[in-house]
């Protein structure tokens, strides 16, 4: 009976010892996260698409930076095979295909863009870290512009295809704006680990 008992208690102390270690490494890991994300708009996206980036990046702004450009590209790039397929499929007619053009070609400028500005955070310097953070806020504030100017192309429309489309471009714009925060915390707290002359 006693023995049991212990048994029981032993099992029960094992079972609980390992949710709150299980616990603390996730909640852990997320923290990192949580905290890089206090700086943007959309928090919950940010905390979202950057959480799988934790462990490298910590509490490193550069790292976060770096991570949130290289995140946006991602979707960027997602969603510009989303608007080539519409456009080759012809779905959509009239102003809504002249608009669908100049979303396209708005997200072939903000993918430039953007990768201009992952090539600046690869190579961060202290003796031009000034010019780099300018380049960079005048790049990914482009970047937003381009894709909000192919939401404006939109406003109104209606439809199935077009409400997607509204969606998808409204996400990356949160993305990207996001990314935006994260670099301005960049260049607001300085260049952390970087050694060069
Ligand atoms: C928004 O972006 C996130 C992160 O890339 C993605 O997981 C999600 O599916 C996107 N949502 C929409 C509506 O496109």
Not at 143 to 166: M, P, S, V, Y
Request: glycine share 6%; net charge positive; with cysteine.
């Amino acid at each position: 009976m006693i023995r049991i008992s212990h048994l029981m208690l032993l099992l029960a102390f094992l079972c609980l010892s390992f949710l709150t270690s299980t616990q603390t490494a996730s909640s852990k890991g997320n923290d990192y996260a949580r905290d890089a994300c206090k700086v943007t708009r959309y928090p919950d996206l940010c905390i979202h698409s950057l959480a799988p980036f934790s462990s490298v990046a910590k509490r490193s702004p550069s790292k976060w930076a770096r991570a949130g450009v290289s995140v946006t590209i991602s979707e960027v790039k997602n969603v510009q095979s989303y608007l080539g397929k519409l456009k080759r499929n012809k779905i959509l007619r009239g102003r809504n295909r002249v608009a669908l053009s100049d979303c396209v070609e708005s997200f072939s400028n903000a993918l430039d863009e953007l990768h201009r500005s992952l090539g600046v955070l690869r190579r961060l310097s202290r003796s031009t870290f000034g010019t780099q953070m300018g380049d960079l806020n005048t790049w990914i504030s482009a970047a937003l512009t381009d894709e909000e100017t192919c939401l404006d192309g939109f406003q109104g429309r209606n439809g199935k295809h077009i409400k997607l489309l509204q969606n998808r471009v409204q996400n990356v714009s949160h993305i990207t704006s996001n990314a935006l925060a994260l670099v301005n915390e960049l260049a607001t707290t300085g260049l952390e680990s970087i050694t060069d002359p």
